[in-house]
């Protein structure tokens, strides 16, 4: 492993080895030293760079495309087929939910669910069934084959059918595709009624139909008179105009959209730009309006040499990546003693100071919330923290101890010099770089790793994902998300979850996982959802991404409310919120 990454690794680790080979009086001081007293040498506390969030949506005028930027292509544009957040995030412009999230401005991170082409929803009272009624007068692209034509019951009908016969989430939600899923059927009784019959009350079916990831309302001509894989016709707040591979998306303003006056943007423009220094450059020459995959390290310079640049913290959801460990008979990681020392070799606050470049932001007196997953986000409502005594005993498996991680290698027989193990990632979106190359620094303190890249569209889904731990020996880094507590450990902890992390049950993990699905009454389910997390600590089957702080981000001033809204699913619209400033775009 070489590159900007491991050297920044090792600084930090450097520094933190030697903290701990000092007395009392030496930590003290070389604390003092790195923190700067809380600021930054030469500088003005940076704090007072960062932005409060302003909404001006009073002021808002129409026009303007947003010039914006992505890292990573997609495969195709037919939203029952994809399977990543890249491709929904470029569909949710387009197509519309029954439900969406409402806007919010802090915590929870995402607002109530509301309806979008659902005018109500109602549950019976033995929450059974939830009947919904369908908003009169949403009209489809008015371009053929659509032509402007009303959203209707039949549109739904024939998207359910083709959801739950396509789509790689089905599972989530059909009983037909899961025993385990909340929906046994929809019908249409009426021209505007729309009834979900569930299997048993399920508190969070509500977020399903409002997600990004699962259920969009398609046209009945997505059947045999356009094709979806390559042409979009949807109903949302933008009209895809063109998608060219490798290079980027064109969307305008969709005229039909029914909220009045909405989008204020006339539209985006979104290039792919994979190569970050290229993207960086275009940022900073004003050619691109924001910059999502701006790395955390660049904050700071980019804003003082950028000063009319707006600096805002952002929010953090939930979700998060983690490590599969192998499945297979004869792999080392069959041992929980392995298992255990592979955690403890992860220093929890290096990762997070090299990721989020924490150190620098707390050297100059910015606010910095550090906090450690434990196997979920610390984003989830219900997150167990691993350093306090509310994890139990397993909270020790996460602290950072690479001698005692060494002990219990030893202890399971297992010999760096005799035995290589995987270290597997793909590079579909960058920061999974450094994620990993960071990890790979850590765990090589006690495993000997194959640390190399595959493949996202070939190799990795079926060997990180698909084979569910069977198709390498060691490590693999899988992408996952939820949207809350229940749904993430849901998706990774069960056979049947879009993430599972193992095919087979896992014992004592997977029964509690399946009864806090279906525990109705959310102060028992939160109690659950505790006690599962200190399960986990103890089994180690899996390790969560090591934590997080609300990272910051910064666009140009005429992208107005551009990070006001805390929101990161696409469903809550938040780009018919934002508006081009003229008056502050100097050329």
Not at 437 to 464: A, K, N, P, S
Not at 504 to 530: F, H, V, Y
Request: hydrophobic share 35%.
């Amino acid at each position: 492993m070489s590159g900007y990454w491991t050297q920044l690794t090792d600084q930090r680790l450097s520094r933190r080895r030697a903290m701990s080979a000092v007395g009392a009086t030496g930590i003290g001081a070389l604390l003092l030293a790195a923190c700067g007293g809380g600021k930054e040498r030469g500088h003005e506390d940076a704090s007072s760079l960062v932005s409060k969030p302003e909404e001006t949506t009073s002021k808002a005028v129409p026009g303007g495309i947003w010039q914006d930027q992505l890292d990573g292509d997609i495969l195709h544009l037919d939203v029952n087929l994809n399977a990543s957040s890249t491709s929904f995030n470029q569909l949710s412009t387009v197509y519309e939910h029954l439900l969406r999230y409402s806007p919010s401005k802090g915590n929870p991170v995402e607002g109530p669910v509301v309806g979008e082409l659902a005018e109500s929803f109602e549950f019976s009272p033995d929450g059974l069934t939830l009947t919904m009624k369908l908003r009169q007068g949403r009209k489809w692209d008015p371009r053929p084959p659509t032509s402007s034509r009303n959203v209707t019951v039949e549109d739904v009908m024939f998207s359910w059918q083709r959801t739950i016969d396509k789509s790689p989430f089905a599972s989530d939600m059909y009983s037909g595709k899961s025993p385990s899923a909340p929906i046994d059927s929809l019908t249409a009784p009426d021209s505007r009624t729309l009834v979900f019959k569930l299997g048993y009350p399920y508190r969070s079916v509500l977020e399903i139909l409002a997600h990004n990831t699962y259920f969009y309302v398609m046209p009945t001509e997505a059947e045999g008179k356009f094709d979806p894989k390559s042409v979009a016709r949807g109903s949302g707040p933008f009209m895809l105009e063109n998608w060219t591979p490798s290079v980027g998306f064109e969307y305008k303003a969709n005229p039909e959209w029914s909220e009045k006056g909405r989008p204020f943007l006339a539209g985006i423009k979104r290039v792919l730009l994979p190569e970050y220094a290229t993207a960086l450059a275009q940022f900073e020459a004003g050619n691109l309006w924001s910059f999502a995959g701006l790395r955390q390290e660049d904050i700071l310079r980019t804003k003082r040499s950028h000063p009319e640049m707006v600096l805002r913290a952002t929010y953090q959801d939930g979700g998060g990546h983690y490590l599969v460990l192998s499945q297979q008979p004869d792999s080392p990681m069959r041992d929980v003693r392995v298992r255990r020392a592979a955690s403890m070799l992860i220093d929890r606050d290096a990762w997070i100071g090299v990721i989020y470049n924490a150190d620098e932001f707390t050297k100059a007196g910015m606010p910095v919330d550090i906090r450690w997953n434990s196997h979920m986000s610390a984003g989830f409502t219900g997150w167990v923290d691993p350093r306090t005594k509310d994890m139990g005993e397993g909270g020790k498996y996460f602290q950072h101890n690479v001698e005692e991680a060494k002990k219990l290698l030893s202890a399971a027989g297992y010999d760096r010099t005799k035995a290589k193990v995987s270290h597997f990632y793909q590079t579909n979106t960058a920061v999974y770089i450094p994620r990993n190359e960071t990890l790979d620094g850590m765990l090589r303190e006690g495993f000997d790793l194959d640390f190399r890249v595959l493949d996202y569209q070939t190799e990795w889904r079926q060997v990180c994902q698909v084979s569910a731990g069977k198709a390498f020996n060691g490590f693999c880094y899988n992408t996952s998300s939820g949207f809350n507590a229940e749904n993430y450990l849901t998706s990774v902890y069960t056979p049947e979850g879009k993430f599972r992390m193992a095919a087979d049950p896992i014992p004592g993990i997977t029964d509690l996982t399946r009864k806090i699905k279906t525990e109705i009454n959310s102060e028992r389910q939160m109690s659950m959802i505790a006690d599962l997390q200190r399960q986990l600590a103890m089994e180690m089957p899996n390790i969560h991404m090591p934590g997080y702080t609300s990272p910051f981000t910064l666009n140009w001033p005429w992208l107005e409310n551009y990070g006001v809204f805390s929101n990161t699913l696409p469903s809550a619209r938040l780009y018919s919120w934002y508006w081009y400033n003229k008056e502050k775009h100097k050329t």
